[in-house]
């Protein structure tokens, strides 16, 4: 996939914006706060619909106005489409739209059109950091390849909440309605967690030779294992199910004691493992990193190979987080993708890349 046209409106820090990308490399260069990392953010909305710095997407809309418009044309294999995403600031709240050639669509449908790959510093907790990051990596991927993992995710969400009212005592207690949530968390959690497993397994593979690749076998083996909180030993539709069925029947009591839905995919894990250790334990700083760009790598090769067509690379510092040597190894690796976006503050050495110098929110093409 190859963005060709970028459109920005009252986007952060950008009151106007016409960008035509290259394809391969574009090195977005400047000194802080000029405005690389929300051009990266522009890009990974327009093709998720979500900011992946800011759950509050008001903050996106620069201050003071009342609209924030990012709007693109892609390349992509069903051929040339165009996309538009739309921030407004209303009295009951900040409302979202989404078109695709021109015709207003609703999320499910707008998402996955344009599949992104982003890297951004806040990644590197995610070896130590909260579980949730870890599932969210995944969700996000899995969402942007298939609709149905966006689907049974969502429906899933609802019968979360409508069970955790229940068990809170928020709503009256009833059994029946109990046993109805649980049926169908267990039909939307199967699908979510048979997904999971061999995603998991898919970026595992790729993950640990791109770590070879990069630092040999010095520091041992690297490793992503699918923690399920519905382990099964053969990932079938009806074994999940029968275990999830199981876990909640023993959970039960614990689940209505505590007011909370202990057992689904909402409490999966992914686990970094490096020489059988496990990395958020024992792993230096250095190693944590390392293994969070083979992830990132491990992700964009898994979603190629799966989806038939390259997605876009965006990544948000990455270079300063990697000695000279790691530096060149990885911009050896992104120099031959479709597209990818790149932020610095200092000089890139790709002979073949696009560079942009960007000063305060105005573009300039520079070599
Ligand atoms: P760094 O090298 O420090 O990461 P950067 O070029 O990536 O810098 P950005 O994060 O893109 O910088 O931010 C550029 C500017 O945009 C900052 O000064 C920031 O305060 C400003 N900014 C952020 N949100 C808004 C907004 N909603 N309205 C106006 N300006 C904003
Ligand atoms: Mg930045």
């Known amino acids: 996939m190859i963005l060709t046209r970028l459109s920005l409106s009252n986007v952060r820090n950008y009151a106007a914006l016409e960008f035509a990308p290259a394809p391969g490399l574009n090195v977005l260069a400047g000194a802080n706060a000029q405005g690389k990392s929300n051009l990266l953010e522009a890009i990974a909305l327009l093709g998720t619909g979500k900011s992946f710095r800011t759950a509050r997407e008001s903050e996106v809309v620069t201050s003071g106005m009342p609209t924030a418009a990012i709007a693109g044309d892609a390349q992509v294999g069903a051929g040339m489409i165009r996309l538009s995403c739309t921030i407004a600031l209303g009295a009951t709240g900040t409302r979202k739209r989404y078109a695709v050639n021109g015709r207003n669509v609703r999320y499910a449908t707008y998402l996955g059109k344009l599949r992104v790959v982003t890297f951004v510093?806040?990644?590197?907790?995610?070896?130590?950091?909260?579980?949730?990051?870890?599932?969210?990596?995944?969700?996000?991927?899995?969402?942007?390849?298939?609709?149905?993992?966006?689907?049974?995710?969502?429906?899933?969400?609802?019968?979360?909440?409508?069970?955790?009212?229940?068990?809170?005592?928020?709503?009256?207690?009833?059994?029946?309605?109990?046993?109805?949530?649980?049926?169908?968390?267990?039909?939307?959690?199967?699908?979510?967690?048979?997904?999971?497993?061999?995603?998991?397994?898919?970026?595992?593979?790729?993950?640990?030779?791109?770590?070879?690749?990069?630092?040999?076998?010095?520091?041992?083996?690297?490793?992503?294992?699918?923690?399920?909180?519905?382990?099964?030993?053969?990932?079938?539709?009806?074994?999940?199910?029968?275990?999830?069925?199981?876990?909640?029947?023993?959970?039960?009591?614990?689940?209505?004691?505590?007011?909370?839905?202990?057992?689904?995919?909402?409490?999966?894990?992914?686990?970094?493992?490096?020489?059988?250790?496990?990395?958020?334990?024992?792993?230096?700083?250095?190693?944590?990193?390392?293994?969070?760009?083979?992830?990132?790598?491990?992700?964009?090769?898994?979603?190629?190979?799966?989806?038939?067509?390259a997605p876009i690379l965006l990544l948000d510092d990455v270079l300063s987080e990697l000695d000279r040597d790691r530096q060149r190894a990885f911009l050896h690796g992104v120099a031959s993708v479709e597209q990818a976006f790149i932020t610095t503050t200092g000089d890139v050495d790709v002979p073949s890349a696009a560079t942009y110098r960007i000063v305060a929110a105005q573009l300039e093409a520079a070599g």
């Open 121 to 309: 510093p806040a990644h590197l907790q995610l070896v130590a950091g909260p579980p949730s990051l870890r599932r969210s990596l995944i969700n996000t991927a899995l969402a942007q390849e298939s609709a149905g993992y966006y689907a049974a995710l969502a429906a899933y969400g609802k019968h979360l909440v409508q069970k955790s009212a229940l068990l809170r005592g928020v709503v009256e207690s009833d059994d029946a309605l109990l046993a109805t949530y649980n049926e169908r968390l267990i039909e939307t959690g199967t699908r979510l967690i048979l997904a999971r497993r061999a995603f998991v397994a898919a970026l595992d593979e790729r993950a640990r030779a791109v770590h070879q690749g990069w630092v040999g076998d010095a520091d041992g083996t690297l490793e992503l294992l699918y923690a399920s909180n519905v382990p099964v030993e053969v990932p079938t539709e009806d074994a999940v199910a029968a275990a999830f069925t199981a876990r909640l029947r023993t959970q039960r009591d614990s689940e209505s004691q505590r007011g909370v839905c202990l057992v689904g995919p909402h409490r999966d894990d992914l686990e970094f493992r490096l020489g059988g250790r496990a990395l958020a334990a024992f792993g230096s700083q250095g190693q944590q990193r390392t293994a969070v760009l083979a992830l990132k790598v491990a992700e964009y090769g898994t979603l190629e190979a799966r989806g038939g067509e």
